[in-house]
């Protein structure tokens, strides 16, 4: 929307004579105004503040409001429109929140069955307080819980033998629970994971921890520790990922940022009912994230006709495709072969300009032709259009969209906090065919779909967002043909939080191999809560090589067979 343009149709209306129209348009009008000298008012505080710093001085100081958390001073940037500058709470919590359900407080009862580790009897202090003919009668019986936490020293005695007919001495081998090298046995290894990635303490947190419980141990081979683990449990992160893809009938997936070595990186989960995964790439763009949907494999790239389809799609221009069109091919070519040859055809030049979205187009064609992945719930960010045969959207990020217009004109408020209650009325009638679907009510939900987000307002920025979300109706009403997939994304942004804690505690990892720590504990602990799986047990029993408990990949598959 265009100040200057809206002013120049202002200056030859008529006060006294102006329709309902041309009121809404004034409105609209002063809408803008004020909407831009709140910006100009905020980018001069900014640069106020910027000299101050400069003249060594503070700027404004930073007040939280109420529900409000403190920006600090240096982040990741922001991951996509709706986390902007805007910083007023624009979450959907009250509104989505089924009103039909109270939660219950939790009680927490005694289990019977629960073993007594400790028995202590208490009997009055002095007997001869008591009446002569009180006589003894049983015991009040309470139960309480303690921890105990201490450290515990070992001395292992490995038998040795020597052979005088073979000149050999034979040492008995390290248990599960040992390693050669090591001064720390595994189960101890298990508790600084859990403590780094499941109850989010830094590093020297955990030392201080340890040492004040008579462990004797440096942050620096507690480091170690953590960066050596994840190694050994990359196999089972990358079984999880790909059976959950495989047996799951839609996969969730967010991003947020993350820091490596001082560096911006981006976290990418992946999850359903089954599972949830992470993984941290230097990039978020869409062939990354089917390079993570393959699982790791090495890049494929086909150019037939589908291919061509899609260059429309990415704006690839004519002339380029034309001469794309003399070297199609039926059967897919790894990444060096494939840059070879459309080097061959495209000159230098329009390869520097064109090449990466030709390489992104031949890429998402030959993930499509090979099982690709059915469904995928998302937000509304570009790098996730085309790697699924069907890309739903999160209701709650279209709602969050409505929520950020912030008007500042009473009359605009009332509009949108009235349209804002028939979004969240007819967000609660798809939730009510989940549980019952039928065809008939599906198609009453798709007409009304199509009467609410034809309405005009004559707010000017509330009717382009109902303009812009009416066009996404395929996207956010797959719910009526699937049922069963999410109206929204809220498991991934909760499974994105973890590694936002993870941020805010530890700011970034330094390497590869804590990195990887990072993404695999994660996954692996998450995956666990879905499974109905004791973390803390599952880690402890792989460390100390016991294995009495199923794999989490193996667990995935058992439970799709059941459901």
């Given at each position: 929307?265009?100040?200057?343009?809206?002013?120049?149709?202002?200056?030859?209306?008529?006060?006294?004579?102006?329709?309902?129209?041309?009121?809404?348009?004034?409105?609209?009008?002063?809408?803008?105004?004020?909407?831009?000298?709140?910006?100009?008012?905020?980018?001069?505080?900014?640069?106020?503040?910027?000299?101050?710093?400069?003249?060594?001085?503070?700027?404004?100081?930073?007040?939280?409001?109420?529900?409000?958390?403190?920006?600090?001073?240096?982040?990741?940037?922001?991951?996509?429109?709706?986390?902007?500058?805007?910083?007023?709470?624009?979450?959907?919590?009250?509104?989505?929140?089924?009103?039909?359900?109270?939660?219950?407080?939790?009680?927490?009862?005694?289990?019977?069955?629960?073993?007594?580790?400790?028995?202590?009897?208490?009997?009055?202090?002095?007997?001869?307080?008591?009446?002569?003919?009180?006589?003894?009668?049983?015991?009040?019986?309470?139960?309480?819980?303690?921890?105990?936490?201490?450290?515990?020293?070992?001395?292992?005695?490995?038998?040795?033998?020597?052979?005088?007919?073979?000149?050999?001495?034979?040492?008995?081998?390290?248990?599960?629970?040992?390693?050669?090298?090591?001064?720390?046995?595994?189960?101890?290894?298990?508790?600084?994971?859990?403590?780094?990635?499941?109850?989010?303490?830094?590093?020297?947190?955990?030392?201080?921890?340890?040492?004040?419980?008579?462990?004797?141990?440096?942050?620096?081979?507690?480091?170690?520790?953590?960066?050596?683990?994840?190694?050994?449990?990359?196999?089972?992160?990358?079984?999880?990922?790909?059976?959950?893809?495989?047996?799951?009938?839609?996969?969730?997936?967010?991003?947020?940022?993350?820091?490596?070595?001082?560096?911006?990186?981006?976290?990418?989960?992946?999850?359903?009912?089954?599972?949830?995964?992470?993984?941290?790439?230097?990039?978020?763009?869409?062939?990354?994230?089917?390079?993570?949907?393959?699982?790791?494999?090495?890049?494929?790239?086909?150019?037939?006709?589908?291919?061509?389809?899609?260059?429309?799609?990415?704006?690839?221009?004519?002339?380029?495709?034309?001469?794309?069109?003399?070297?199609?091919?039926?059967?897919a070519l790894l990444q060096e072969d494939f840059v070879a040859l459309v080097q061959s055809v495209l000159s230098e030049e329009d390869f520097k300009r064109h090449g990466e979205k030709v390489l992104e187009g031949a890429y998402i064609t030959?993930?499509?032709?090979?099982?690709?992945?059915?469904?995928?719930?998302?937000?509304?960010a570009p790098q996730y259009k085309l790697v699924a045969l069907f890309v739903f959207l999160c209701w709650v990020h279209i709602g969050r969209h409505f929520k950020k217009l912030n008007p500042k004109i009473k009359h605009h408020r009332q509009?949108?906090?009235?349209?804002?209650?028939?979004?969240?009325?007819?967000?609660?009638?798809?939730?009510?065919?989940?549980?019952?679907?039928?065809?008939?009510?599906?198609?009453?939900?798709?007409?009304?779909?199509?009467?609410?987000?034809?309405?005009?307002?004559?707010?000017?920025?509330?009717?382009?967002?109902?303009?812009?979300?009416?066009?996404?109706?395929?996207?956010?009403?797959?719910?009526?043909?699937?049922?069963?997939?999410?109206?929204?994304?809220?498991?991934?942004?909760?499974?994105v939080r973890k590694e936002v804690r993870y941020r805010d505690v530890s700011f970034q990892t330094r390497n590869a191999k804590g990195t990887q720590a990072k993404d695999v504990f994660f996954t692996i602990i998450q995956t666990c809560k879905?499974?109905?799986?004791?973390?803390?047990?599952?880690?402890?029993?792989?460390?100390?090589?016991?294995?009495?408990?199923?794999?989490?990949?193996?667990?995935?598959?058992?439970?799709?067979?059941?459901?």
């Open positions: 929307m265009d100040i200057k343009a809206h002013i120049e149709k202002v200056k030859n209306l008529v006060p006294g004579k102006m329709s309902a129209q041309e009121q809404a348009f004034v409105l609209s009008l002063l809408e803008l105004v004020l909407q831009e000298l709140e910006e100009q008012k905020q980018l001069i505080q900014t640069l106020k503040d910027e000299i101050n710093r400069l003249k060594g001085e503070q700027g404004k100081p930073r007040l939280k409001g109420k529900n409000q958390k403190e920006e600090p001073e240096t982040s990741p940037a922001p991951e996509d429109e709706d986390t902007a500058t805007d910083k007023r709470d624009v979450s959907s919590e009250k509104e989505r929140k089924n009103k039909k359900s109270e939660r219950k407080k939790r009680q927490v009862k005694f289990d019977e069955s629960r073993r007594i580790d400790e028995r202590e009897t208490v009997d009055v202090a002095q007997k001869s307080d008591l009446p002569d003919d009180a006589e003894f009668k049983g015991y009040a019986i309470s139960h309480y819980q303690t921890l105990e936490i201490k450290a515990k020293n070992i001395e292992l005695r490995r038998c040795i033998y020597y052979s005088a007919t073979t000149g050999q001495t034979y040492t008995a081998p390290f248990p599960g629970n040992y390693q050669a090298g090591y001064d720390y046995t595994q189960e101890l290894k298990g508790h600084i994971i859990m403590l780094k990635f499941e109850f989010g303490m830094s590093t020297p947190k955990i030392g201080d921890f340890l040492r004040a419980n008579g462990v004797d141990i440096s942050n620096g081979t507690i480091s170690n520790i953590l960066l050596g683990s994840g190694g050994a449990f990359k196999g089972e992160q990358e079984a999880i990922h790909q059976n959950g893809l495989e047996v799951g009938l839609y996969a969730q997936t967010d991003t947020t940022g993350a820091r490596v070595n001082g560096e911006n990186h981006h976290t990418h989960v992946f999850g359903n009912d089954y599972y949830t995964a992470y993984f941290t790439t230097p990039h978020k763009d869409r062939q990354t994230v089917l390079d993570l949907l393959r699982a790791g494999q090495p890049r494929a790239y086909l150019l037939n006709e589908r291919a061509f389809v899609i260059y429309q799609y990415l704006k690839i221009p004519i002339y380029i495709q034309s001469s794309l069109r003399a070297i199609r091919f039926e059967t030959a993930y499509q032709a090979d099982n690709p992945l059915f469904i995928l719930v998302s937000d509304d509009l949108l906090e009235g349209f804002l209650n028939d979004f969240w009325l007819f967000y609660e009638r798809l939730k009510d065919y989940q549980q019952r679907p039928d065809p008939l009510v599906g198609r009453e939900l798709s007409k009304a779909f199509d009467q609410l987000f034809s309405r005009t307002t004559g707010y000017e920025a509330l009717d382009e967002q109902i303009k812009k979300t009416k066009a996404k109706k395929e996207q956010l009403l797959g719910v009526l043909k699937h049922p069963y997939v999410p109206l929204h994304n809220n498991a991934s942004e909760l499974a879905k499974l109905g799986v004791n973390a803390y047990a599952y880690i402890l029993d792989r460390m100390t090589k016991k294995q009495n408990i199923t794999r989490l990949d193996e667990l995935i598959l058992q439970k799709a067979d059941l459901a």
